[in-house]
């Protein structure tokens, strides 16, 4: 998450309520109080949903719209209701007026999660195996290991091997895989723990981690 506002006690409202109502959910939460720190955090972070102001100290944050990959969740905050309809017009997934309600908030949140837990269900991967075109879940998939021109997929209950190479698969996987290793790309939502040189996955498995990894999932 991350939360733009260029006053402390917008920040500070939005950080209490959101510990309270979905911290369970929270990998990390990220605070910019000015146009260009937003937007140089947009730049070097993904996030999965962002919070942000309209107005940045007489700066528009409709700009920071073109740095906002397609697939995060905009929730405009402002104190300015005639900013609605040019928010939902333009990418915005929610709208709430300041000053926050909390139960405003805890609706908005739980459309979030269903709408982030459906479409990470409802992405997949095609692959051509004996040939034939197989479907596989995003949330089947544990890691990729590389080798070559080949690359194996390691799922819950099986792996397979195809004829292509990680390079070729990133694009395909989006934000909810990261790569570890030039060998190995993970599905975020079965890493356990990391520290500089390895990598434990959920089901206790340990996956080395080069220094560019490292720099990945940090």
Same mark, same amino acid.
């Given at each position: 998450?991350?939360?733009?506002?260029?006053?402390?006690?917008?920040? %500070?409202?939005?950080?209490?309520?959101?510990?309270?109502?979905?911290?369970?959910?929270?990998?990390? &939460?990220?605070?910019?109080?000015?146009?260009?720190?937003?937007?140089?955090?947009?730049?070097?972070? #993904?996030?999965?949903?962002?919070?942000?102001?309209?107005?940045?100290?007489?700066?528009?944050?409709?700009?920071?719209? %073109?740095?906002?990959?397609?697939? %995060?969740?905009?929730?405009?905050?402002?104190?300015?209701?005639?900013? &609605?309809?040019?928010?939902?017009?333009?990418?915005?997934?929610?709208?709430?007026?300041?000053?926050?309600?909390?139960?405003?908030?805890?609706?908005?949140?739980?459309?979030?999660? &269903?709408?982030? %837990?459906?479409?990470?269900?409802? #992405?997949?991967?095609?692959?051509?195996?004996?040939?034939?075109?197989?479907?596989?879940?995003?949330?089947?998939?544990?890691?990729?290991?590389?080798?070559?021109?080949?690359?194996?997929?390691?799922?819950?209950?099986?792996?397979?091997?195809?004829?292509?190479?990680?390079?070729?698969?990133?694009?395909?996987?989006?934000?909810?895989?990261?790569?570890?290793?030039?060998?190995?790309?993970?599905?975020?939502? #079965?890493?356990?723990?990391?520290?500089?040189?390895?990598?434990?996955?959920?089901?206790?498995?340990?996956?080395?981690?080069?220094?560019?990894?490292?720099?990945?999932?940090?």
């Amino acid at each position: 998450i991350l939360v733009v506002d260029d006053e402390e006690s917008g920040r %500070t409202t939005l950080k209490i309520l959101l510990e309270k109502l979905f911290w369970a959910h929270t990998e990390f &939460m990220d605070f910019s109080k000015s146009f260009d720190d937003a937007k140089s955090k947009l730049k070097s972070n #993904q996030y999965d949903i962002v919070f942000l102001d309209v107005n940045l100290k007489g700066i528009s944050a409709f700009d920071l719209l %073109t740095f906002i990959p397609f697939a %995060t969740k905009v929730v405009f905050v402002t104190a300015y209701s005639e900013f &609605m309809l040019k928010a939902l017009r333009s990418k915005a997934f929610d709208y709430l007026v300041k000053p926050i309600k909390e139960e405003d908030l805890k609706e908005c949140l739980f459309r979030l999660q &269903m709408a982030l %837990t459906s479409e990470n269900e409802n #992405q997949s991967l095609h692959i051509k195996q004996r040939g034939l075109t197989r479907i596989l879940k995003f949330s089947e998939i544990i890691y990729i290991q590389g080798d070559g021109p080949y690359c194996t997929i390691y799922l819950k209950e099986e792996c397979c091997t195809i004829a292509r190479t990680i390079k070729s698969l990133l694009p395909e996987l989006g934000n909810g895989f990261v790569r570890i290793h030039k060998t190995y790309v993970v599905n975020r939502t #079965q890493i356990k723990g990391f520290n500089k040189d390895k990598l434990i996955l959920l089901n206790n498995q340990f996956l080395p981690v080069s220094r560019t990894g490292l720099k990945n999932l940090s």
